[in-house]
């Protein structure tokens, strides 16, 4: 009787210690005034930041991924969004306009999916490339001031992405209306169109199965290790450029995948992904550099910021607010809101 | 100090020499001003420029203060990342500041484009000054993210606050002169670029230049052995904003309009890789080497129309290849250059000695 007293108050003093954490408060407040404005304005702003915050979560993911095993801040992340979105509209536009003179319901509904795992598979590679055409080489020569070189070199590789995306295919914008002919979903009131709600779900369903693959399989395991203690990970066998490599394909595949997603609501063109990458690190410096698990919750909280300005204050503004918070978190916790597990963050 | 053993053999040949013929003397009126022979001879062709034929023609002179533009922007840039090692990724945002200033003082209350050129300086030396207090604590590339997060709100903000910038419609402001001459505003420019490198060179060759270096290559280090980092490093970015601000002042009233596109992360780049391209720790590099590059760039747009976009990778390529391949960039290759000329000579006499 008295054991099971004692583990229930351990239960309850962990319970209310994770919920007067920096995390707990952060998702709690999120929470209230979710369903305050939930009350006040309908569902409008919730929904909206549900549905983009998962596709931020994976941008975010990758960056922080990036981060924690290669010590690389990656400026060009949102260039992977731009690859993506430009791989999805190449592979869909074919494949629609097949569709518009050959109707047939298969192809239809998983057309946009080709179009999706396409930029994913074109992001890796690209990703592979740069690791062993740019960091690579770099990290050969010197790893002194490893974090701010690379930095720059991302910066560089961001400036030729672009302007070689507008030397190959133009500046005009190159857009999709929908990906499925089909008419909104009704939820609670609000209409949603089919492509946000699949968006949502892949989201989660890819989170997921990237949570799984990190935490259960080998190589995952690996690839935390070495994010936590690179010389020890090399002690028990790990073969660090083979993970580097992988590390650097995954992100940036995982960076095509949302922008291919999201290509209904983000033309192509060459700087599309300057607002991912600001969002994305929005949320990175929100929960922490090189916390994986915080970007999820991350994502949606900056997600909810942004549409919460935007209803509220007005459209051209949900750049200000959230970089403005963000500013207070950078100066108040650096080591962001949920902590990081990457040791040394701030020696170097 | 390994860089006392560094400078020991130039401070000594200086000393020792005799001040007999007229290159001595010029040689140490030089060296007071922090440039050897060569950068004079630099300076002096880069007031002379625009009387040599090719260069006095109006395109070529707008390239021409486009260049010295960029480069003093450059100059400016190296004396926060070469030194202090904290990269001002919202550069451009504090050059637009000194614009936006500068142009609506002139637009709202008619004062003088001269006048306001300064004033400009004021907001963006208080800004920096926040900014230095704000990337305070925070190491490396945290500082670099939240200076760039500074230049994201001051930039979200000019396009919001249309009732006083006119956000993306563009801000018309009047221009220095009355002429459609370009010559006028070259000598403006290069005079301005000229101030800044000198002020920029006589506090980097300080004991504060010194405070600069070993807060850059190790805070604690230079903690211990008494520097105050406070203030060395809010110093650095005050005055490094405060001559962006004065920069922006001369491309508001250049240029005559001012859309928020100034400062985009874009333009910081753009700055960023003249500077690193030049050489890191130079102060001059940046300066110098805005020159033939801008000339490169600007010849590949007008030339190359049918590509556009290539000048843009080529500023990318050459940041990438400068980063992983030679760090020590255009000053690094004059320095290697001067340092096996010196071999070549003390050889020499040692063979006529001998």
């Given at each position: 009787m008295g054991q099971l007293a004692s583990q229930r108050t351990?239960?309850?003093?962990?319970?209310?210690?994770?919920?007067?954490?920096?995390?707990?408060?952060?998702?709690?407040?999120?929470?209230?005034?979710?369903?305050?404005?939930?009350?006040?304005?309908?569902?409008?702003?919730?929904?909206?930041?549900v549905v983009t915050g998962g596709m931020w979560a994976l941008m975010a993911v990758g960056l922080s991924l990036v981060f924690g095993v290669m010590n690389v801040v990656n400026f060009a992340h949102g260039e992977f969004f731009m690859v993506g979105t430009l791989v999805g509209y190449f592979v869909f536009t074919p494949i629609s306009s097949y569709l518009a003179d050959h109707p047939q319901p298969l192809l239809s509904a998983v057309g946009p999916f080709i179009g999706i795992i396409a930029a994913m598979l074109i992001g890796a590679v690209l990703g592979v490339v740069l690791e062993k055409l740019v960091f690579h080489p770099l990290r050969v020569r010197t790893k002194e001031q490893w974090i701010?070189?690379?930095?720059?070199?991302?910066?560089?590789?961001?400036?030729?992405?672009?302007?070689?995306?507008?030397?190959?295919?133009?500046?005009?914008?190159?857009?999709?209306?929908?990906?499925?002919?089909?008419?909104?979903?009704?939820?609670?009131?609000?209409?949603?169109?089919?492509?946000?709600?699949?968006?949502?779900?892949?989201?989660?369903?890819v989170m997921a199965g990237f949570w799984y693959f990190m935490r259960q399989t080998r190589i995952g395991r690996a690839i935390r290790a070495v994010s936590q203690d690179e010389t020890g990970a090399q002690m028990v066998g790990i073969e660090l450029d083979r993970i580097q490599v992988l590390t650097m394909s995954l992100s940036s595949a995982l960076a095509a995948m949302a922008g291919a997603s999201l290509l209904f609501m983000?033309?192509?063109?060459?700087?599309?992904?300057?607002?991912?990458?600001?969002?994305?690190?929005?949320?990175?410096?929100?929960?922490?550099?090189?916390?994986?698990?915080?970007?999820?919750?991350?994502?949606?909280?900056?997600?909810?910021?942004?549409?919460?300005?935007?209803?509220?204050?007005?459209?051209?503004?949900?750049?200000?607010?959230?970089?403005?918070?963000?500013?207070?978190?950078?100066?108040?916790?650096?080591?962001?809101?949920?902590?990081?597990?990457?040791?040394?963050?701030?020696?170097? | 100090m390994s860089n006392n053993d560094k400078k020991s053999p130039e401070v000594d040949t200086v000393y020792k020499l005799e001040p007999t013929g007229p290159m001595d003397r010029l040689r140490r009126l030089s060296e007071t001003f922090g440039v050897n022979l060569h950068g004079l001879i630099v300076i002096a062709l880069l007031f002379a420029l625009p009387l040599i034929p090719p260069f006095g023609r109006e395109d070529l002179l707008r390239w021409l203060i486009g260049a010295a533009l960029i480069g003093a922007q450059a100059i400016a840039f190296d004396f926060t990342t070469g030194y202090i090692n904290v990269v001002?990724?919202?550069?451009a945002a504090f050059l637009g500041v000194g614009a936006y200033t500068s142009a609506l003082l002139a637009v709202n209350f008619g004062i003088s484009p001269w006048i306001g050129t300064f004033l400009g300086v004021l907001p963006a030396a208080l800004l920096g000054f926040i900014t230095g207090i704000l990337t305070l604590r925070l190491r490396g590339i945290f500082a670099a993210l939240m200076s760039w997060f500074v230049g994201l709100a001051l930039?979200?903000?000019?396009?919001?606050?249309?009732?006083?910038?006119?956000?993306?419609?563009?801000?018309?402001?009047?221009?220095?002169?009355e002429t459609a001459s370009n010559l006028p505003y070259y000598y403006v420019i290069a005079i301005m670029m000229m101030v800044t490198f000198f002020v920029l060179r006589y506090i980097t060759r300080s004991n504060i230049g010194l405070a600069f270096r070993a807060l850059g290559q190790n805070i604690e280090a230079a903690q211990a052995s008494g520097i105050n980092p406070t203030f060395y490093r809010v110093f650095n970015f005050t005055i490094q904003c405060a001559f962006a601000g004065w920069l922006g002042g001369f491309y508001a009233h250049y240029y005559g309009i001012l859309t928020?596109?100034?400062?985009?992360?874009?333009?910081?780049?753009e700055v960023l890789a003249i500077a690193y391209i030049g050489g890191r720790g130079?102060?001059?590099?940046?300066?110098?080497?805005?020159?033939?590059?801008?000339?490169?760039?600007?010849?590949?747009?007008?030339?190359?129309?049918?590509?556009?976009?290539?000048?843009?990778?080529?500023?990318?390529?050459?940041?990438?290849?400068?980063?992983?391949f030679y760090p020590g960039g255009v000053a690094g290759v004059y320095a290697s250059i001067r340092a096996s000329a010196r071999r070549f000579r003390q050889r020499r006499a040692a063979q006529s000695a001998a």
């Open positions: 351990r239960v309850w003093h962990q319970m209310v210690g994770s919920l007067t954490s920096a995390a707990g408060i952060t998702v709690l407040v999120a929470l209230v005034i979710a369903v305050i404005s939930t009350i006040y304005s309908g569902p409008f702003v919730l929904i909206n930041s701010m070189n690379t930095f720059l070199l991302t910066v560089g590789v961001s400036v030729i992405m672009i302007n070689g995306d507008q030397l190959l295919f133009g500046t005009n914008f190159k857009g999709i209306i929908n990906y499925w002919k089909a008419p909104p979903l009704d939820i609670f009131g609000v209409s949603i169109s089919v492509e946000r709600v699949v968006v949502f779900v892949l989201a989660m369903v983000f033309p192509s063109y060459p700087t599309v992904g300057l607002k991912p990458l600001y969002i994305a690190w929005y949320v990175v410096i929100l929960v922490g550099l090189g916390n994986v698990a915080g970007a999820l919750v991350g994502g949606f909280l900056v997600a909810m910021i942004q549409s919460l300005t935007g209803f509220y204050i007005g459209q051209g503004w949900d750049d200000v607010i959230p970089t403005a918070f963000v500013m207070l978190i950078l100066l108040i916790k650096p080591s962001g809101l949920f902590g990081s597990e990457v040791k040394g963050v701030h020696e170097q | 001002n990724f919202g550069f930039l979200g903000l000019t396009r919001n606050l249309t009732g006083l910038t006119r956000g993306p419609m563009g801000l018309n402001s009047p221009t220095y002169f928020p596109q100034i400062m985009q992360t874009s333009h910081t780049v130079s102060i001059w590099g940046g300066g110098l080497t805005a020159f033939p590059f801008i000339f490169l760039i600007e010849y590949m747009r007008s030339n190359l129309t049918n590509l556009p976009g290539l000048h843009l990778v080529l500023y990318g390529l050459l940041l990438i290849l400068v980063m992983i």
